[in-house]
């Protein structure tokens, strides 16, 4: 396969009704360059940016991504798309969790990036300036990475812009997916969205949001959630025909209100005693955690009553990791 090396999406000269691949030059370092492809529909119209591997081991995103490449219709598609299987070719490449081996960063939360950064701030730089800038709409999927397991949700960042916010949450809300929540910069008030890819677009103008399934190895049932999802919203936004199918979720979203994580207390082995989706209330035993040095054995306890949305699987937790994250609804 030839992919033409390009260094914005300006530079893409597609005619209606085609399919191509390309490579996007990192700024600011010429030995990097991230492979897409776009699929331009016979018809204009808007165009869909998707996103996948901004962490490198979360396999499922990934495969949904080349999966559903392959499923557009092109006769059907109004306007383009630009798919973007992996973002972090060195975590990818290197099978690093949540952080690249380069410098030791995690992606999704350096964005917008800087020009003459690190390599890892660098791809942020690029992605945010020459692709997302340009585009209409931005979808950037993830899973659970291989060391934890996850319910699926979307989410998305309010940014005050009513019609932003409005076509923001309808991508989110039209995915597919049981859970969806609305996000912020301020840690207080639940999960931090500084500094990642759909948070960083929303603001720029561009509706955005994260959807995530799986949990880190791409099982059939979560690349199925994300290519149905990625169909849905693109009927959402008028740019396929057809009916919405069915997701993870058969009926509407429930909104969550927080996220809230129950974080280690010391080193230890983590054993859940829940499963993600399931629900629990303030103070219920969720897990236990166990110093291996001196066998001291910890209950773990939700830190609210609500949905288990991510949990760490049975492995070495360090002092300050995520052991679960609740959704309350």
Same mark, same amino acid.
């Given at each position: 396969m030839t992919r033409r090396l390009v260094k914005t999406v300006d530079e893409l000269n597609l005619a209606q009704g085609q399919i191509a691949h390309y490579s996007l030059q990192v700024s600011s370092n010429p030995e990097m360059?991230?492979?897409f492809t776009v699929v331009a529909g016979k018809k204009p119209g808007k165009t869909l940016c998707v996103t996948s591997g901004v962490h490198g081991t979360e396999y499922s995103p990934i495969q949904a991504v080349v999966e559903f490449t392959s499923q557009i219709d092109v006769p059907d598609l109004e306007g383009r798309m630009i798919l973007f299987p992996v973002v972090n070719l060195p975590a990818f490449q290197s099978k690093s969790i949540f952080t690249s081996p380069v410098d030791g960063l995690n992606l999704n939360r350096v964005f @917008? *990036?800087? %020009?003459? *950064? &690190?390599?890892? %701030?660098a791809i942020a730089h690029t992605l945010t300036q020459q692709v997302v800038s340009k585009v209409d709409y931005l979808i950037d999927l993830h899973s659970g990475e291989i060391t934890e397991d996850l319910f699926p949700f979307a989410l998305y960042h309010e940014t005050g812009d009513k019609v932003v916010d409005s076509q923001s949450r309808l991508l989110a809300t039209s995915f597919g997916v049981e859970l969806v929540a609305k996000t912020g910069t301020n840690e207080d008030e639940g999960w931090s969205d500084k500094g990642t890819l759909y948070a960083v677009a929303a603001e720029t103008g561009v509706p955005a949001i994260i959807a995530e399934a799986g949990s880190g190895e791409a099982d059939s049932k979560s690349v199925s959630t994300l290519t149905t999802g990625l169909t849905n919203a693109a009927r959402a936004m008028k740019m396929i025909g057809g009916q919405k199918q069915r997701g993870s979720s &058969? *009926?509407? @979203?429930r909104f969550l209100h927080r996220l809230l994580p129950r974080k280690a207390e010391f080193s230890g082995l983590f054993c859940p005693t829940h499963a993600v989706g399931d629900h629990v209330h303030k103070g219920d035993t969720i897990g236990h955690l166990t110093d291996i040095l001196t066998m001291t054995k910890s209950e773990v306890t939700s830190p609210a009553a609500g949905v288990i949305i991510v949990q760490l699987k049975s492995i070495l937790a360090d002092v300050g990791d995520t052991l679960v994250e609740i959704g309350v609804l």
């Open positions: 360059a991230l492979p @917008p *990036g800087r %020009e003459n *950064g &690190s390599l890892t %701030e &058969s *009926g509407q @979203p």
